[in-house]
């Protein structure tokens, strides 16, 4: 019987196991650098988590139980301020104006509550209720998010540009309330019927202070709307492609008209409380919050080109900034250094959210 010649060419029969060797290092590659997103996207409760134990063993007080409530009270500003410019930033834009409407919001509750409202050609002068003394703050937050959104869309002109301009506006507004005095003494006049206005920042609800109630419910709600609702959906879908949104039918202007509203509105209520705990109205309270709010939600993996994040994780980055700040208070440090180590945060977390972009491209480049 002849022999049949192998078809088999030298060096074949290795093939398969080159091939299988070759899969797996792009496994192993696809697996760390799995592995590395995950830890850019949790990097917010990586860095919390290695502050708290920092401190913790600096300052034997750090972890007290009055200590961590005033920790988490002081963080509900930071993160009510990030909640609404969360929702700016995830369409692509960006609310430079939410320290200064912060002071403007503070300032009109403080005059209403400490002066009054005077009409001078009816010789009187008027005191309202506190509640109602709270909506008209908010609502100047609202309209001042209004023309910022206004603005952005009818005009077409850049977000950055816009609510800068209406930073120096509101916060020179907020300076003509009072030609740049000082509200003391918010506390109210009961013969007035204006008293109760301490309660938004320093009231307890179960032994909890209201900021905090007022942090969790505004989270949940935001969290909601942004996951589950067709107007978060739309959100994110502005952020990601806002011409393909729009050809979707998406209603891009109205969306990010809205987007502003809440901005502002958040930003009034984190002036109202942070007035209410002072019982007094400063008119540069706020200023430079719109980095902090900036750097938290960035912290919290949103992308400042929009698109990407979470509610969720922009309040862990206000939660971040807030105990960095209360800790360096803590053991010491001094103001100036407390700037700096700030400024470096910020930063840091713009350079971590590209490195974060890059990996993903990179990533969608190996699985084609």
């Known amino acids: 019987m002849r022999n049949i010649p192998s078809t088999t060419r030298p060096g074949m029969e290795e093939q398969p196991v080159e091939h299988a060797r070759g899969r797996a ?5 696809f697996q760390q650098r799995r592995f590395g997103m995950l830890l850019l996207q ?50 692509g834009g960006i609310d430079l104006s939410v320290g200064s409407i912060v002071g403007l919001a503070g300032m009109i509750a403080g005059g209403l509550i400490y002066q009054g409202l005077v009409l001078p050609m009816f010789g009187v002068v008027v005191y309202f209720n506190v509640w109602i003394i709270i909506l008209i703050a908010l609502l100047v937050g609202a309209l001042i998010g209004f023309i910022n959104g206004w603005i952005i869309t009818r005009f077409n002109v850049v977000p950055f540009i816009a609510t800068l301009g209406m930073l120096y506006a509101a916060r020179g507004l907020a300076l003509l309330t009072s030609n740049g005095a000082t509200f003391p003494n918010l506390s109210g006049d009961p013969t007035l019927g204006n008293t109760g206005f301490p309660f938004l920042g320093s009231g307890l609800i179960l032994g909890i202070p209201m900021p905090i109630w007022l942090m969790v419910v505004i989270g949940i709600i935001a969290a909601f709307v942004a996951k589950k609702t067709p107007f978060g959906r739309r959100v994110y879908g502005i952020g990601g492609n806002e011409r393909a949104a729009e050809l979707s039918g998406v209603r891009v202007n109205r969306v990010k008209l809205i987007v502003y509203i809440i901005s502002g509105v958040c930003a009034a209520l984190a002036g ?41 994780g922009s309040i862990i980055g206000a939660f971040v900034i807030s105990v960095l700040s209360d800790g360096l208070v803590l053991i010491g440090v001094s103001a100036f250094w407390q700037m700096v180590i700030k400024g470096v945060v910020i930063v840091l977390a713009v350079v971590i959210d590209q490195v974060q972009v890059r990996i993903q491209r990179r990533a969608m480049l190996a699985k084609a």
């Open 42 to 91: 949790l990097r917010a409760f990586i860095a919390l988590f290695i502050i708290i134990v920092i401190f913790a063993f600096l300052s034997p007080s750090f972890l007290t139980v009055s200590d961590i409530i005033i920790n988490i009270d002081h963080a509900s500003i930071y993160a009510i301020l990030a909640i609404g410019s969360s929702f700016a930033i995830l369409t």
């Open 25 to 29: 290092n792009i496994l192993t590659l």
């Open 272 to 312: 109202l409380i942070i007035a209410s705990q002072l019982q007094a109205a400063q008119p540069e309270a706020g200023d430079a919050y719109e980095l902090t709010a900036i750097a938290a939600v960035v912290l919290g993996g949103t992308s400042l080109f929009g698109g990407r994040g979470t509610i969720g």
